[in-house]
C-alpha cells in the first residue's frame, strides 16, 4: 500500500514536474555509420534561444530545458534530427550522414530544392572540387564538366573573357552570355574593359570563396530569371560558414606556366629560303619580262631573296624568337579564411592574393580579394545577413589578333630567322623587313595595356519568420565596379611614332547595379502528404555607367607616363548610361506525397531599354516529375534506386544590347571650327524582345546504389531576334536594329556516374558526360535574305556558324594551281562545282562544314585511399571545323615572300604528276592561300587533360594539431588534337592569333586548424 | 511584431509601384533625340557641317574619289603590289571582294543626311531676314551637296554618259528619308541621275549665298558644278556659259606662279571654290583628308614611304623637265634616295600649314577648273575663244608664256593632266572622252585587262557589292560582273 502510493505520488510529481517544471537534459551525440562521437555538434531547443555544443567527444549538457520542449540536433554534414525530450535528463542522438545525391541541397533560381525534389535541368558542382585547380577564375575549372555547357577562352591570356554557352546559342546580336546571379542577385558581368586586352569583370571571384556553382539549363530552372535566361543562369553562392568550432585554413601555392601546345610549326631557315627562292623562280618562269633586266633568272631571284629573306650579316646576333618574346610564367597562390559559427550566427571571412603571370613579360593578371559573410538569429524570428566583398584586381596584357603588339603573332608570321636581333655594336636592331614591324623587344615596357578593376559587393538582407509557414526576405545589393584602363605606346614604340611622340589613353569606367528584391515564401505540408510552397517577390534593378576618357600624345619622354605634362589633347569627354528593370517574380510548387511534383514560375519585366508600349513581357514555366521509384509497385524493385522522370515548358527572353537602340538619334562631332550633327540611327519604336521556348524531357535512373544515368532531350525555339539586321545602304544606314527571324537548338545531354568502390578506405568514381546539339536559322527577316559575316553566313535552314567562303578543291596535278568551285547556283539549287581558278570562284555555302561540333563533353575520375587522392577531368570535342585565319600570313603559297612560312608549305607542289592539297608556290601569288577559301577549314577535334590534382594528407605528421595536406596541381596538361595550333577555339571556330592556352603545373599546401 | 513587419511591406510596395513609370524611362547622353535636334537654325547649321564632315572621309573624297579617278589612269600608279590600293590599279575589284562598296554607302549616308535637313527645313523660325537668307542658304547646301553626291555616283558606277547617251545603269535615286522596306528601289539610268543633278541644282542657286564660305558649298561652287555636269553631259553651250560666270563673277582668283606650290597647304586659299575641312582635333586614327588608315596616301620621302602611288613614267615624260612650268615641281624626285627603288613621287600636297603630310583638306573644285570647262565648251561652241581661256591659266603657270592662237581637244586634256595630277579627274576627262587609256611601259606593271581600259570596259563602272544585293535583289549589278 506505502509503496503504491510512494508510486503514485512519485509519478505525480513527475507528471507535475515533466507538465510544468525544467529539466537538465545531456547525452551524446553520435554518428549511425560508426557510433563515433561527433564532436562539436549543436544541440538546440526548439523554439528558443537556449542551445549548447558538444564537445570533442560529441557529449552535451543543457540546464533548464522545458521538459516538453523538443531537442534539435544539428552538424554539418549531418541530417539534422528533432527528439523530443519527455522529460527525460539522457537525451542521445544518433545522427546520420547526409545523403549525397538525392537528398542533396541544390542552390536553385530563388531558393533551394532537393535534388531529388527538382522538375528543372540544372547541373550544381561543389566549390571544393575544384579547390586546388590552379587557375584564376572558376570558369577554367569547370571545362567539359557540365553537360550540354561549352566553355572556350577567348585568350590565352591571364584574365581573358571566357565563352561559355549553355545549350547552344540563339541570338545573334544580344548577346549569348548566360546570366551571373552571385547570393541571390544579378551581378554585373562580362567584358568591359577598353584597353585592347579581354577582361572579364568576373576575375573578381577567387574560386576559394565559391561554396555552389549551379548552372540553370531549362525554362524551369532559368525562366525565373525572365528577360535575361534565355542563354542560361549560373547561380553562385559563396561561403557563408558553417556551424560549429571556428576553422580557420591557410593555403598557399606556386608553380609554373607555359603555352600548352605545338603551335604552328614552321618551316626551319634553310627550308624557308629554298621555298622563298622557289617561289620568286617560279615568278619569273612565269613572267619572263620581271628579270630582263636583272640580266638572268638567278640574278632576279637572287636579288628579290636578298631583299626580303636576306642572308645573315656578318657581326650581327641573330636569336631564336621563342626564347626572347616568351618566358616560364610563375603562378602563385595565398589564401587565407576563417569560418565558423554558433547555433545562432556563422561567419565566413577570407583574404587572398593570386597571381599568374602570361608567357609574354607585359601579361599579368594580380588579384587581392576579401570577403566577409555573416548571418544571425536577431531574434526569434528574424534572420539578418550581410556580405562585403571586395577584389582589386590588375591586369596586363597586349592586343590579341593580328596586331603589330601581340608578340605570339610577330614569332609566327613577322619575326623570320634572318631578322637580326642585334646589331654589331649590341644595340637592338630596329630596321625593318616588313612594312613598318620592328623587333618588339625593346618595346615591351613602352607598350601599354593594362585594366585595374576594383570591385565591392555589399549585400544586406532581412529575413522574417511572420508564421511558421510564411516568411518573407529583403535583399540590398550594390555592386559597384570601377574600371581604369589604359592603353598607349612610349615614345621609340613604332606605333607611338605614329600618333606624335608617344601617346596613352585613359579609360575610367564606373559601373553601378543597386538591386532591391523582396520575396514572400510560404511552404506547407498538408494532411502529410500535400506539399505546397508558393513564392511571391517583386524586385528592381539599376544599372548605371558613367564613362570618362582622356587621350593625350606628345610626351617628353618614354618613362614619363602621367599624361599632366603631355603637350597635346587628342580626345576627353564623358557619358553616362542608364538601364532600369523592374520585376513581378512568382512561384508554384506543389508535390503529392514526394512522388509527384509540379512547379509552375511567372515572371513579369518592364525594361527601360524598350519603348513605353512595348517594354512589358512575361515569362512563364511549367514542369513536372514523376519518381517512379517512389511509387508502391516500385518498392522492392532491385534494378532501380531511383528513377524519376521530368519535363518542363517554359519561355525567357534576352534583352537588347543597346540601352537606347528603339530611339531616333542625332549624334555630333566637329567640323572645321565647329559642330556637325546628324542622324545616327534607324529608329524602331517596335523593339521588343527576343523570346526563347524552351521545352525539356529527361530520365534520371539510379541502380546497383552505384551507378547514375541521366538522359536529357531538349529544344528551345528563339523568335524575334534582335538583329542588327543589315538593311539597303539606300537609307544611309548599314543596319537598324529589329526584330527578325527565328533560330532552333536542338540537343541531347547524356551523363554516367559510377561510383566504382566507396569503403572507409578507399572510394574511386567515374563520370562522364556526352552533348550534342544541333543549330538551326529557321528564319530571317525576308525570304531568302542571308547575311554575310566572315567566315559565317546567316541564312535559313542552315546553322548559326555555317561557313561561307569558296569551296577549295585541291591543287591541279598537271599544273601546280589551286582550284576552286565556282560556286554560283544552278537552276536546280545546286553549286556549279567545276572547277575554276581564284578570281572566278564565288563564295559558296559549305555544306557539312560547321563550327558546331557533333558532339562534346568530358569525363572525370576521383580516386582516393586513405591520405592520398587524385582527380582529373578531361574535356573533348569532336566534328567541327575550326577557321584558321592564320592561312593567309603563313601559308601563301608565295603571295608573302616577306613573312614567316607554315611548315605544311613544304607539301607543295613542285612537278606535273604531284598529287598535293598545298599549290605550286609563285611570288605575288594571286590565286592562292592568301584568299578566303576553304583551306582555312580544319577538323577541330580535340582531347585534353583539362586538370589533374594529386594530393597527400599530411595531418598525422603534425600530429593532428592541425589538418594539413600538400597537393600537386596541373592545367591543360595534355592535349591531342589534328590542328596545328591550341584546338580550344571560342564556338564560332574563328581563330586569329589570340594568345594560346597555357599549361600550368603548380604545387600547394593546405593546413587547417580547428 | 508581424502585423509591423507586413505593413512596412506593403507600404513598400506601394512606394515602388508608384514610382515604378519614371524609373523605366532612360536616355542617353551622348546623343539626342530626333524631336529636339533640328529645331533651331543653329541646329540646322549644324546639321549642314555633318554633311561635310562625312564626306571628308577616305571612304569619299579623302581617299577613294581621287584614287579612283587617278590610279586606273595614266599619271599615278602604285609602286608595287604591296598595300591598299592595288586592287584599284589592277582593276582587281569584283562584286565580293572590294573595298570600294564604302563608296556607295557612304554616298548614301549624305544623301540621307541631306534628305534630313530638308524634310525639318521648312519648320525652323526665323526672326529677320538675315536669318531667312541663312535658312535659305542652308537648303540650298543641302541640295547643292545632293547634287554633288548624285554626280559622283553616276559617274563611279554607271558608263560615261557620253558614250550611250546616259542609257546605262547609274544611282537609285532617293530624295527623301526612307525606311528599310521604302529603300529597297531599283536603280535608275545615267541619264535621269544628271537630271537629278540638274534639277537640283537649278533650285540651290538662287537660294544659296555668294560669299566665300570656306569648306562649305555656296553658289560658286554649284554652279561650278553645274559647269562640270553639263561638260560630262556634253551640254557644250550650257557648259561655257556657266563656267563664264564663275569665271568673271567670283570672288576667287587664279592663284599666280609665284603662289602656286604655296596654295596646297593653305586652306581657303585664292582660288579654292569648295574644299572639305581635316582637322585632327578628335579620335587616335584619322579625321579623313588624302589620309589610308592613317598610313600617307602619296609616296614620300624615306620616312613616308608607306605611302604606295608614285608618278608614272608617261607623267614624268610629260612635265619633269619643264622647268618653266612651275607645275613640274610636284614631282619630287626618287633617285637619290637610299632605298633601293624609290620612285619619283608627288609632293603636291604638303599638309595643310605644312603640319602633317597626312592632314590635308580634300580639294574638290577650284578656279583652274573653271577656265578648262570653259575651254573645252568652247571648242564645241566658239573654237576661236577656246585658247584665251588656256592662255589665262597657263600664263598663271609659265615661265615666259607666250600665247597661243589655237588649241585641240588633245592640248585641253593635257592641260587638265599637268594641273589636276592627283585631284582625281583624269580617267573620267578620259572616259567621258571617249579615250582608252594604256598602262605599259615605264613602271608599270599591272597585267592583262587593267593594261588598257577602253570606256565600255567593265571596270570602267565600280561594281556593286553582293552582300547588298542579298540584301535587296532590286538592285541591278553592272554588266560584266557576277552576281
Same mark, same amino acid.
Given at each position: 500500500?506505502?509503496k503504491?502510493?510512494?508510486l503514485?505520488?512519485?509519478?505525480m510529481l ?5 507538465s ?14 560508426d557510433?563515433?562521437?561527433?564532436p ?33 540536433f544539428?552538424?554539418?554534414g ?21 545523403a ?7 542552390v536553385?533560381a530563388?531558393?533551394s530544392?532537393?535534388?531529388?525534389s527538382y522538375?528543372?535541368s ?6 571544393d ?5 590552379p587557375?584564376?577564375t ?5 571545362t ?7 566553355i ?8 581573358g ?12 546580336n ?9 547570393d541571390?542577385i544579378?551581378?554585373t558581368?562580362?567584358?568591359?574593359s ?19 556553382i ?21 547561380l ?13 585554413t ?14 604552328y610549326?614552321?618551316a ?9 627562292r ?28 636578298e ?9 650581327? @646576333?641573330? &636569336? !631564336?624568337?621563342?626564347?626572347? #618574346?616568351? /618566358?616560364?610564367?610563375?603562378?602563385? $597562390?595565398? +589564401?587565407?579564411?576563417? *569560418? ?16 599568374? @603571370?602570361g &608567357? !609574354?613579360?607585359?601579361?599579368? #593578371?594580380? /588579384?587581392?580579394?576579401?570577403?566577409? $559573410?555573416? +548571418?544571425?538569429?536577431? *531574434? ?23 596586331a ?11 619575326l623570320?630567322s634572318r ?27 613602352k607598350q601599354?595595356?593594362t ?11 532581412v ?11 529583403t ?9 581604369d ?6 615614345m ?8 606624335g611622340?608617344g ?24 494532411l502529410?502528404?500535400h ?6 517577390g517583386?524586385?528592381a534593378e ?9 587621350s ?5 619622354n ?28 512568382s ?44 511509387e508502391e509497385?516500385?518498392k522492392?524493385?532491385k534494378?532501380a ?5 521530368r ?13 537606347y ?7 555630333y562631332e566637329?567640323y ?8 545616327s ?11 526563347n ?17 541521366v ?5 528551345r ?6 538583329l ?14 529589329r ?8 540537343g ?28 538551326k ?19 535559313a ?27 554560283t ?13 581564284r ?39 569532336y ?18 615572300y ?5 611548315k605544311?608549305q613544304?607539301?607543295r ?9 598545298v599549290?605550286?608556290r609563285?611570288?605575288?601569288?594571286a590565286?592562292?592561300?592568301y584568299?578566303?577559301?576553304?583551306r ?15 594530393s ?6 603534425l ?41 600550368t603545373?603548380?604545387i ?7 | ?30 546623343q ?5 535636334a ?5 541646329d540646322?547649321?549644324n ?47 569584283n562584286?565580293?571582294?572590294s573595298?570600294y ?15 534630313t ?6 519648320a ?67 541619264a535621269?541621275t ?16 555668294r ?21 560630262y ?5 550650257k ?16 592663284v ?6 604655296n ?17 585632327r582635333?578628335?579620335h ?30 608617261s ?11 612651275i ?34 583638306n ?30 589665262t ?17 588633245d ?43 577602253t570606256?565600255?570596259s567593265?571596270k ?9 544585293r542579298?540584301?535587296?535583289?532590286e538592285l ?8
Open positions: 500500500m506505502t503504491r502510493l510512494f503514485f505520488l512519485s509519478s513527475f507528471i507535475i514536474n515533466t510544468l517544471a525544467q529539466v537538465n537534459v545531456s547525452g551524446t551525440v553520435t554518428d549511425a555509420s557510433g563515433t562521437g561527433i562539436y555538434a549543436t544541440v538546440m531547443v526548439k523554439g528558443t534561444s537556449i542551445a549548447t555544443m558538444a564537445d570533442v567527444k560529441g557529449a552535451y549538457s543543457l540546464s533548464k530545458v522545458p521538459s516538453n520542449a523538443i531537442l534539435v544539428s552538424s554539418i549531418y541530417q539534422t534530427i528533432e527528439i523530443p525530450v519527455e522529460g527525460r535528463s539522457i537525451v542521445n542522438a544518433v545522427m546520420s550522414q547526409q549525397v545525391g538525392l537528398d542533396e541541397v541544390m536553385v530563388y531558393g530544392v532537393k535534388k531529388g522538375s528543372g540544372a547541373t550544381m558542382i561543389k566549390g572540387a575544384i579547390k586546388d585547380i587557375v584564376m572558376f570558369e577554367q575549372a569547370i567539359g564538366a557540365v553537360p550540354g555547357v561549352s572556350a577562352q577567348t585568350s590565352g591570356q591571364p584574365g573573357l571566357p565563352e561559355i554557352r549553355i545549350r547552344g546559342f540563339s541570338s545573334f544580344a548577346g549569348n552570355d548566360p546570366l551571373y546571379v552571385i541571390d544579378p551581378a558581368s562580362g567584358d568591359l577598353s584597353a585592347n586586352i579581354w577582361s572579364s569583370t568576373m576575375n573578381y571571384l577567387n574560386p576559394s570563396d565559391i561554396e555552389t549551379t548552372i540553370l539549363k531549362d525554362a524551369a530552372a532559368a525562366s525565373l530569371y525572365g528577360s535575361r535566361a534565355a542563354n542560361g543562369v549560373i553562385i553562392t559563396t561561403k557563408k560558414g558553417q556551424v560549429g568550432k571556428i576553422v580557420s591557410f593555403k598557399a601555392s606556386a608553380g609554373v606556366s607555359y603555352f600548352a601546345y605545338n603551335n610549326p614552321l626551319n631557315d634553310q627550308e624557308a629560303e629554298m621555298l622563298h622557289e617561289a620568286w623562280t617560279n615568278y619569273a618562269n612565269d613572267n619572263p619580262s620581271s628579270w630582263t633586266s636583272y640580266g638572268s633568272i638567278s640574278a632576279y631571284v637572287n636579288a628579290k631573296v631583299q626580303y629573306y636576306p642572308a645573315k650579316k656578318e657581326g650581327y @646576333q641573330y &636569336v !631564336n624568337w621563342e626564347d626572347v #618574346l616568351f /618566358r616560364n610564367a610563375i603562378a602563385q $597562390n595565398y +589564401e587565407y579564411s576563417i *569560418s565558423g559559427g554558433g547555433p545562432l550566427s556563422k561567419t565566413y571571412a577570407s583574404v587572398g592574393y593570386n597571381e599568374q @603571370q &608567357v !609574354n613579360v607585359m601579361e599579368n #593578371l594580380k /588579384r587581392i580579394s576579401a570577403t566577409i $559573410n555573416a +548571418e544571425a538569429q536577431a *531574434s526569434k524570428h528574424i534572420k539578418v545577413g550581410g556580405s562585403f566583398q571586395f577584389s582589386s584586381t590588375n591586369q596586363k596584357g597586349n592586343q590579341d589578333g593580328a603589330k603588339d601581340n608578340p605570339f603573332y610577330l614569332w609566327k608570321v613577322i623570320t631578322w637580326p636581333y642585334k646589331d654589331p655594336d649590341g644595340n637592338y636592331w630596329m630596321g625593318t623587313y616588313n612594312g613598318s614591324y620592328r623587333n618588339p623587344v625593346p618595346n615591351f615596357d601599354i595595356a585594366s585595374k578593376q576594383g570591385r565591392t559587393m555589399l549585400k544586406g538582407f529575413e522574417a519568420e511572420i508564421l511558421p509557414e510564411l516568411k518573407v526576405k535583399i540590398l545589393s550594390y555592386d559597384y565596379t570601377r574600371i584602363d589604359r592603353f598607349g605606346w612610349m621609340g614604340h613604332p606605333n607611338g611614332t605614329a600618333y611622340n601617346y596613352i589613353g585613359d579609360r575610367y569606367r564606373r559601373v553601378e547595379k543597386l538591386v532591391s528584391s523582396t520575396t514572400l515564401n510560404y511552404d506547407k505540408i498538408f502529410d502528404k506539399h505546397v510552397s508558393v513564392m511571391l517583386w524586385e539599376d544599372d548605371s555607367q558613367q564613362y570618362t576618357n582622356l593625350k600624345s606628345d610626351f617628353a618614354y618613362a614619363m607616363q602621367s599624361t599632366y605634362l603631355a603637350a597635346t589633347l587628342k580626345e576627353g569627354g564623358t557619358y553616362n548610361d542608364k538601364s532600369t528593370l523592374l520585376s513581378l517574380i512561384n508554384l510548387n506543389y508535390d503529392f506525397n514526394n512522388k509527384y511534383f509540379v512547379t509552375g514560375t511567372f515572371r513579369r519585366d518592364g525594361s527601360s531599354r524598350l519603348s513605353p508600349e512595348k517594354r512589358w513581357g512575361n515569362f512563364w514555366s511549367v514542369s513536372g516529375s514523376w519518381k517512379l521509384s517512389n509497385f516500385m522492392g524493385v534494378w534506386d531511383n528513377l524519376k522522370l519535363a518542363s515548358y517554359g519561355t525567357s527572353g534576352t534583352l537588347p544590347s543597346d540601352l537602340g528603339y530611339m531616333s538619334l542625332f549624334s566637329i572645321g571650327d565647329g559642330n556637325a550633327a546628324y542622324p540611327n534607324l529608329a524602331n519604336y517596335d523593339l521588343t524582345w527576343e523570346k521556348y524552351n521545352w525539356n524531357v529527361a530520365v534520371e535512373y539510379d541502380f546497383l546504389k552505384r551507378f547514375g544515368i538522359a536529357e532531350y531538349y529544344e525555339k528563339t523568335k524575334d531576334l534582335l542588327d539586321a543589315s538593311v539597303p545602304t539606300t537609307t544611309g544606314f548599314q543596319t537598324a536594329l526584330n527578325v527571324g527565328s533560330m532552333q537548338n536542338k541531347v545531354e547524356l551523363s554516367l556516374r559510377a561510383d566504382i568502390i566507396k569503403n572507409k578506405d578507399i572510394s574511386w568514381d567515374f563520370n562522364i558526360s556526352w552533348s550534342k546539339y544541333t543549330n536559322i529557321l528564319e530571317m527577316s525576308e525570304k531568302g535574305e542571308s547575311i554575310v559575316s566572315r567566315p559565317h553566313v546567316w541564312t535552314g542552315y546553322s548559326f556558324y555555317q561557313y561561307y567562303s569558296r569551296k577549295y578543291l585541291g591543287v591541279d596535278p598537271e599544273t601546280g594551281s589551286p582550284l576552286y568551285a565556282k560556286g547556283l544552278l537552276e536546280d539549287g545546286t553549286y556549279d562545282m567545276t572547277p575554276v581558278n578570281k572566278q570562284a564565288s563564295s559558296m555555302i559549305l555544306k557539312g562544314m560547321s563550327a558546331i561540333p557533333k558532339g562534346f563533353g568530358g569525363f572525370n575520375t576521383n580516386f582516393s585511399y586513405k591520405d592520398l587522392s587524385v582527380s582529373m577531368a578531361w574535356s573533348y570535342k566534328g567541327h571545323y575550326v577557321w584558321d585565319n592564320a592561312t593567309d600570313d603563313i601559308d601563301t603559297d608565295g603571295y608573302s616577306r613573312n614567316n612560312i607554315g605544311g613544304l607539301k607542289w613542285t612537278e606535273p604528276g604531284d598529287i598535293t592539297n599549290p605550286r609563285i611570288a605575288d601569288n590565286y592562292g592561300g584568299y578566303d577559301s576553304s582555312f577549314l580544319k577538323k577541330g577535334d580535340y582531347l585534353r587533360l583539362k586538370n589533374l590534382t594529386v597527400y594528407n599530411i595531418s598525422k605528421l600530429k593532428e594539431k592541425a589538418n594539413a595536406r600538400v597537393y600537386l596541381a596541373g592545367v591543360n596538361l595534355l592535349t591531342f588534337s589534328g590542328l596545328n595550333f591550341d584546338p580550344e577555339v571560342r564556338d564560332s571556330g574563328f581563330y586569329d592569333f589570340s594568345m594560346p592556352a597555357m599549361r603545373i603548380t600547394g599546401v593546405e593546413i587547417t586548424l580547428k | 511584431m508581424k502585423k509591423f513587419i507586413i505593413n512596412i511591406l506593403i507600404a513598400c510596395a506601394a512606394i515602388s509601384f508608384t514610382s515604378c513609370e519614371g524609373f523605366l524611362d532612360t536616355k542617353p547622353t551622348d539626342v533625340s530626333s524631336a529636339t533640328m529645331l533651331t537654325l543653329t540646322a547649321t546639321a549642314v557641317n555633318g554633311l561635310y564632315s562625312d564626306m571628308k572621309w577616305y571612304d569619299y573624297y579623302g581617299s577613294y574619289m581621287p584614287v579612283l579617278g587617278e590610279l586606273r589612269a595614266d599619271d599615278l600608279q602604285t609602286k608595287d603590289s604591296g598595300g591598299g590600293w592595288v586592287a584599284v590599279y589592277t582593276l582587281d575589284y562584286s565580293e571582294q573595298t562598296f564604302d563608296l556607295w554607302n557612304k554616298c548614301y549616308e549624305v544623301i540621307m543626311r541631306a534628305n535637313i530638308l524634310e525639318n527645313w521648312e525652323i523660325p526665323t526672326s529677320t531676314s538675315s536669318d531667312v537668307a541663312v535658312k535659305n542658304d542652308i537648303k540650298g547646301q543641302a541640295l547643292a551637296t545632293r547634287a554633288l553626291v548624285y554626280f559622283d555616283l553616276a559617274r563611279t558606277y554607271g558608263y560615261p554618259f557620253t558614250s550611250d547617251n546616259g542609257a546605262s545603269l547609274g544611282a537609285v535615286i532617293i530624295t527623301r528619308t526612307v525606311s528599310a522596306s521604302e529603300s529597297r528601289q531599283p536603280r535608275s539610268t545615267v535621269k544628271y537630271e537629278q543633278v540638274f534639277s537640283d541644282l537649278e533650285t540651290a542657286l538662287p537660294l544659296l549665298s560669299s566665300k564660305n570656306t569648306g562649305h558649298m555656296n553658289y560658286w561652287s554649284a554652279k561650278l558644278l553645274q559647269a562640270r555636269a553639263y561638260l553631259t556634253a551640254q557644250w553651250d557648259a561655257l556659259t556657266a563656267a563664264q560666270e564663275v569665271i568673271t563673277s567670283s570672288p576667287y582668283t587664279l599666280s606662279r609665284a603662289n602656286y606650290l596654295y596646297f597647304s593653305q586652306e581657303g586659299g585664292a582660288e579654292t571654290i569648295f574644299e572639305l575641312l581635316v582637322r582635333t578628335s587616335l586614327d584619322d579625321d579623313g583628308g588624302y589620309d589610308s588608315w592613317y598610313y600617307p596616301l602619296w609616296h614620300g620621302p624615306e620616312i613616308n614611304s608607306t605611302g604606295r602611288i608614285i608618278v608614272t613614267q607623267f614624268i615624260n610629260l612635265l619633269k623637265n619643264h622647268t618653266e612650268d607645275r613640274s615641281q610636284v614631282i619630287k624626285d626618287g633617285s637619290t634616295s637610299i632605298i633601293p627603288d624609290h620612285r619619283d613621287w608627288l609632293g603636291k600636297f604638303p599638309g595643310t600649314n605644312y603640319v602633317d603630310a597626312k592632314m590635308n580634300p580639294l574638290v573644285m577650284r578656279l583652274s577648273e573653271a577656265y578648262l570647262i570653259a575651254a573645252e565648251a568652247a571648242l564645241h561652241v566658239n573654237p576661236s575663244s577656246a585658247a584665251g581661256y588656256i592662255n591659266l597657263r600664263r598663271n603657270r609659265i615661265l615666259n608664256y607666250t600665247d597661243v592662237s589655237s588649241i585641240t581637244l592640248d585641253i586634256l593635257t592641260e587638265r593632266r599637268k594641273e589636276f595630277v592627283g585631284e582625281g579627274h583624269r580617267f573620267f576627262d578620259l572616259m567621258r572622252t571617249g579615250n582608252s587609256v594604256t598602262r605599259s611601259g615605264g613602271f608599270h606593271w599591272c597585267t592583262g585587262e587593267a593594261v588598257t581600259i570606256p565600255t567593265k570602267v563602272c565600280l561594281p556593286i557589292s553582293h552582300s547588298q542579298l540584301i535587296y535583289p541591278q549589278q553592272n554588266p560584266g560582273y557576277t552576281e
